[in-house]
């Protein structure tokens, strides 16, 4: 089966950094997923890590390493509308590759 | 244009009532999901499928059911046996194996009193 953790809330200003943590453990992994929800909205993908590293998109950037079961989302030059729940995803090895677990979000408030 | 279409956006039934919940896509993807998500809780996998006319059961199965027979639809009926059915349900949708991401539909939030 699979746990995933990550934080239930952080706050932090606007125009700032915030890192958002998720551990994972796993019977089977086949890369991690980051997405952004905004209340009552459908989940968006934001990133996605499969090897060890770093991936930068713009503002966002997800780290993974898979030998510690950890990867965090960095948000740079955080902006209100930032405030949104993250949502950690682990797709496991099973339901033809492409089955995913969510963790339960970390909710994100950006403040002035 | 292309996209997933989820209706309604909120639907309201009485207790003991069937209700089933839509999901339509044009974006010719193989595979299909359903998701439930709880207030405090992660998105957790209902019923998914691969392919036309075959699904499984995902995390959460019990008091649920689908069907599968066209590609582009993979409507979720919620049965008086399902406990608490008071949830927003996500249904999401990918290319297949090799592909990455799943991409979602806006959501209709089940009211049942």
């Known amino acids: 089966g699979q746990n995933i953790d990550q934080p239930t809330e952080m706050t932090a200003t606007e125009g700032a950094i915030v890192q958002i943590n998720c551990t994972y453990q796993?019977?089977?992994?086949?890369?991690l997923f980051w997405y952004q929800q905004h209340a009552g909205e459908a989940p968006t993908f934001l990133s996605y890590?499969?090897?060890?590293g770093l991936e930068e998109k713009g503002r966002f950037s997800s780290f993974l390493s898979r030998s510690k079961g950890y990867s965090y989302l960095l948000l740079k030059e955080l902006q209100m509308k930032d405030s949104a729940s993250y949502l950690c995803?682990?797709?496991?090895?099973?339901?033809?590759?492409?089955?995913?677990?969510f963790g339960t979000g970390t909710q994100l408030k950006v403040e002035l | 244009d292309g996209g997933i279409t989820q209706s309604p956006k909120y639907l309201f039934r009485k207790e003991g009532q069937n209700v089933t919940l839509s999901c339509e896509q044009n974006?010719?993807?193989?595979?299909m999901y359903w998701y439930r998500q709880d207030p405090g809780q992660g998105l957790r996998l209902i019923y998914y499928?691969?392919?036309?006319?075959?699904?499984q059961k995902g995390d959460i199965a019990e008091g649920y059911s689908v069907s599968r027979e066209k590609k582009e639809s993979f409507p979720l009926t919620v049965t008086s046996a399902q406990k608490n059915p008071t949830a927003f349900y996500l249904c999401?949708?990918?290319?297949?194996?090799?592909?990455?991401?799943?991409?979602f539909g806006p959501g209709t939030r089940l009211t049942v009193t």
């Open positions: 796993t019977s089977g992994f086949n890369g």
């Open positions: 890590n499969v090897l060890d």
């Open positions: 499928s691969q392919i036309v006319n075959d699904f």
């Open positions: 999401a949708t990918s290319p297949g194996r090799a592909e990455y991401e799943q991409y």
């Open positions: 995803a682990v797709r496991g090895l099973t339901g033809g590759g492409n089955k995913l677990t």
């Open positions: 974006l010719n993807h193989d595979a």
